[in-house]
């Protein structure tokens, strides 16, 4: 981090930018996709796991920075929900791996329609702009996760 006493208030904005949309995003998105209500902490493992297939409830829990106890929780919220199955290996019965299932498939399929869509709207002829704020974007998230 910058050692600065003078914030730059482009990047003030910028921050606050990205809190007020990804919070407008997510009302609109749960609804205009149908899905099933789904806390933060769920919503986030369920797109890791989604991104993830395969993945192990310890390398979920390193991955989205939470607790072994509360990645527990929203994994059994996920489960109850029908979105998460545990598998158990073959060869080691101890060792679990995490996928999501058909009605999650479907629900993130129309989540992410619904995500083009707004984002369609919202920026109109501007579209071509989505790809330098993608990359923007992932420089601040690579850079949040190394620092946790």
Do not use: F
Not at 82 to 101: I, Y
Not at 105 to 112: K, M, P, Y
Request: aromatic share 2%; glycine share 8%.
């Amino acid at each position: 981090m910058s050692d600065t006493n003078t914030p730059d208030p482009v990047l003030v904005e910028l921050a606050d930018a990205i809190l007020r949309v990804a919070r407008e995003l997510e009302s609109h998105s749960v609804t205009g996709a149908g899905l099933k209500t789904l806390t933060g902490t769920e919503a986030t493992v369920l797109r890791w796991v989604h991104r993830n297939p395969g993945c192990s409830p310890s390398a979920a829990a390193e991955a989205t920075g939470l607790q072994r106890s509360n990645l527990s929780t929203a994994l059994r919220g996920l489960t109850a929900k029908g979105l998460v199955e545990r598998h158990r290996d073959a060869t080691d019965s101890r060792q679990v791996s995490l996928d999501v299932t058909d009605s999650a498939r479907e629900g993130i399929a129309a989540l992410n329609a619904t995500w083009s869509q707004i984002m369609a709207d919202a920026l109109g002829a501007q579209s071509g702009q989505a790809v330098a704020a993608v990359t923007v974007l992932g420089l601040i998230d690579d850079y949040l996760r190394r620092e946790r």
